[in-house]
T-cell receptor
Framework: DTEVTQTPKHLVMGMTNKKSLKCEQHMGHRAMYWYKQKAKKPPELMFV???????INESVPSRFSPECPNSSLLNLHLHALQPEDSALYLC????????????FGPGTRLTVT | SQELEQSPQSLIVQEGKNLTINCTSS?????LYWYKQKYGEGLIFLMM?????EEKSHEKITAKLDEKKQQSSLHITASQPSHAGIYLCGADAYGGATNKLIFGTGTLLAVQP
């Protein structure tokens, strides 16, 4: 199994809703990433988990809350989002060690109304 | 901080024509990655380059990293409509215990039949 899966594929939520994005990989990768991508822009790193511990938080607002329950699963909990948070959210994983390729999931298209 | 600039920003070519996309880094590159993305989808890994002067090919796509390791090029020979998409270069930026991938500005490629 060499893929990263993400659910849901599409999500529409109101500004008062609470929702979660899910990412899963079974390649034994110990680094997992969340990216946000706006239209016509490259992906921007949000969070990095290394060995299930939060390693990097790129000054992301607290309305985004990441969680890594185990080495295969990565969640992104969403609460009180703003319309400008509408974007494609990409998850990626990477083998341990430096300078290895990242494997990306297909993304979740999020719309905040 | 490291920045990656891609050129051109967008490109329209006739099917069968060759093309080149460039990626220039503000700092020495220690790992350079090329990805392709269809609109609204995840990123597909194309190639990774690490050594100065390195060149790799896959099907009709060739990527090179210059000797000084600050510039990479992606060359497509005899382009096909299936080559259309957004091409992103990425580079490792060390974030302490975990490295992170930063992306270039992207190049949108359209191939006209």
């Amino acid at each position: 199994d060499t893929e990263v899966t993400q659910t849901p594929k599409h999500l529409v939520m109101g500004m008062t809703n609470k929702k979660s994005l899910k990412c899963e990989q079974h390649m034994g990768h110990r680094a997992m990433y969340w990216y946000k991508q706006k239209a016509k822009k490259p992906p921007e790193l949000m969070f990095v988990y290394s060995y299930e511990k939060l390693s990097i938080n790129e000054s992301v607002p607290s309305r985004f809350s990441p969680e890594c329950p185990n080495s295969s699963l990565l969640n992104l909990h969403l609460h009180a989002l703003q319309p400008e948070d509408s974007a494609l959210y990409l998850c990626a994983s990477r083998p341990a060690g430096l300078e290895n390729e990242q494997y990306f999931g297909p993304g979740t298209r999020l719309t905040v109304t | 901080s490291q920045e990656l600039e891609q050129s051109p920003q967008s490109l329209i070519v006739q099917e069968g024509k060759n093309l080149t996309i460039n990626c220039t880094s503000s700092k020495t590159l220690y790992g350079l990655y090329w990805y392709k993305q269809k609109y609204g989808e995840g990123l597909i890994f194309l190639m990774m380059l690490q050594k100065g002067g390195e060149e790799k090919s896959h099907e009709k796509i060739t990527a090179k990293l210059d000797e000084k390791k600050q510039q990479s090029s992606l060359h497509i020979t005899a382009s096909q409509p299936s080559h259309a998409g957004i091409y992103l270069c990425g580079a490792d930026a060390y974030g302490g215990a975990t490295n992170k991938l930063i992306f270039g500005t992207g190049t949108l490629l359209a191939v006209q039949p």
